[in-house]
């Protein structure tokens, strides 16, 4: 099963979810194994932040919006930002660099 990369952290679905926070280490190590072998489906809808995580995780990290749906036991990894982004701002990489953030491993249980 293909390992998620979403710019949120949220429930795709009706369902019950866990949620483990990552370190970037745990989170990087986790997407290039992942990686190695193809299995990684970008859902990062923002240029910006698709550049700012491929630096971060050092994979190629793409913009995708198209909609996503969690499979049961599908891990995702979530980039979720703790700043609250002014109304029809655009965050440059630069923003994103000086920003709070964190990593999540997501897993619908059910």
């Known amino acids: 099963m293909k390992l998620a990369l979403l710019n949120s952290l949220v429930m795709t679905g009706a369902g019950s979810y866990r949620a483990k926070e990552l370190t970037l280490m745990e989170a990087k190590c986790l997407v290039r194994a992942y990686a190695r072998v193809g299995d990684v489906e970008s859902y990062i809808g923002h240029a910006s932040t698709a550049i700012f995580l491929s630096s971060l995780l050092g994979i190629p990290v793409t913009v995708n919006r198209q909609r996503f749906r969690q499979h049961r036991n599908q891990p995702v990894v ?29 897993q619908k249980i059910e």
């Open 78 to 106: 979530c980039f979720k930002l703790y700043d609250r982004v002014p109304e029809h701002k655009e965050l440059h990489v630069q923003d994103l660099k000086t920003s709070a953030y964190a990593f999540f491993l997501l």
